[in-house]
């Protein structure tokens, strides 16, 4: 499959419940969110969120998919995707590739243990058949280590993939917010150049420079970045490897 699997990297890697029990029934959840939603090429629909007998980030928190083949009037029974204990799961992220391929992004922590440090990464599931109401699904594999891939990836004119990425783990003297590059369609991805922002929160996005005034003057791909108090906005060169300071 694509990519190193999760426990490459000592991350303990989550299963995928297609049949899920009573355990996981709406009236077994005590809050849910955080959804997203994408749609197949013929038009069905995926949507994704997360949840958990705890509150939201808790340990033991999972992610959900589900499918819609009439415009959202009926939906399946959700999917789990669900870590080992000792672990959560949240903010996964559907996303269709150029080839028709629906992906399943997902933020993976593991608490400290006294034998082993706070294991974090970005992991995925794919399937290459998302017109099918039952398609087949990946084994959960690592997409990059300490952080959460935290948007949808774009497309470069140029080639390769980018998708925004927010460092929490291990950042080695690199910036909390950065890029994940992929120039082989997603079998691998490579940090890709970043910025540090006072207060900055993992949200964030990029986008391609359009005909919208606010971006008019931006070369490189718009970054957009919320952060404790403000929102800022910074823009990259040389397809972003080099990355200039935010502004506000």
């Known amino acids: 499959m694509v990519t190193a699997l999760a426990e490459d990297l000592a991350l303990p890697q989550a299963t995928v419940i297609l049949s899920p029990g009573p355990d996981y029934s709406e ?16 038009g069905r629909l995926w949507s994704t969120w997360y949840s958990g007998d705890e509150g939201e980030g808790a340990i033991g928190n999972y992610a959900l998919v589900a499918t819609s083949g009439d415009d959202g009037k009926r939906w399946s029974k959700p999917i789990i995707i669900e870590g080992p204990k000792g672990t959560k799961i949240g903010d996964p992220i559907p996303w269709l ?35 099918k109401a039952t398609p087949t699904w990946s084994a959960p594999f690592l997409v990059a280590k300490d952080g959460i891939l935290f948007g949808k990836p774009i497309i470069r004119a140029s080639g390769g993939w980018l998708a925004p990425f927010f460092l929490m783990g291990n950042q080695a003297g690199r910036p909390e917010t950065c890029t994940l590059l992929s120039l082989n369609e997603g079998e691998s991805w490579e940090w890709h150049g970043g910025t540090s922002i006072p207060d900055a929160a ?47």
């Open 97 to 131: 590739d150029p080839k028709g391929r629906l992906w399943v992004f997902y933020n993976q922590l593991t608490e400290k243990t006294a034998t082993s440090p706070t294991l974090r990464g970005t992991c995925a599931i794919r399937c290459d058949d998302p017109d």
């Open 27 to 42: 009236t077994a959840r005590v809050w849910q969110g955080i959804p997203g939603i994408e749609r197949a090429p013929k």
């Open 202 to 248: 993992e949200e964030f996005q990029r986008g391609h420079p359009g005909p919208a005034k606010r971006w008019q003057h931006l070369d490189g791909h718009p970054h957009l970045q919320r952060t404790l108090r403000k929102h800022f906005q910074r823009r990259g060169e040389n397809l972003v490897r080099s990355q200039r300071h935010a502004a506000v």
